[in-house]
């Protein structure tokens, strides 16, 4: 079991920077995959980012690529998303997930936060 809770959500400008976290409680955390999705209203929830058990491989929705790095810290349990020169277009709820293995479909992610909302005004 790992219960997950995002923060760092909040209001930015276009053109300006947010870094989200996530704290996992358990002592499994090294053991699962870590991702990012989002959900913007009355879209479907997308795949964003995720990373490895290791941290060493990085994977990014096209949308964000370049924009966008996902971190982890297995000794404090956290997981992190540095979003750069966000766009209006980034604006959702941004949930944290774990999984068992690399895999950017949402159904594949066993546990989920509660998710932290960013919004990005022109």
């Known amino acids: 079991q790992v219960q997950l809770v995002e923060s760092g959500g909040g209001l930015v400008q276009a053109g300006g920077s947010l870094r989200l976290s996530c704290a996992a409680s358990?002592?499994?955390?090294?053991?699962?995959?870590m991702g990012w999705f989002r959900q913007a209203p009355g879209k479907e929830r997308e795949f964003v980012a995720f990373?490895?058990?290791?941290?060493?491989?990085?994977y990014y929705a096209d949308s964000v690529k370049g924009r966008f790095a996902i971190s982890r810290d297995n000794a404090k349990n956290t997981v992190a998303l540095q979003m750069n020169s966000l766009k209006p277009e980034d604006t959702a709820i941004y949930y944290c997930?774990?999984?068992?293995?690399?895999?950017?479909?949402?159904?594949?992610?066993?546990?989920w936060g509660q998710g932290t909302q960013v919004t990005v005004s022109s």
């Open positions: 997930a774990a999984a068992f293995g690399p895999t950017i479909s949402r159904y594949d992610y066993r546990y």
């Open positions: 358990g002592r499994t955390f090294s053991s699962y995959t």
């Open positions: 990373i490895s058990r290791s941290g060493e491989s990085t």
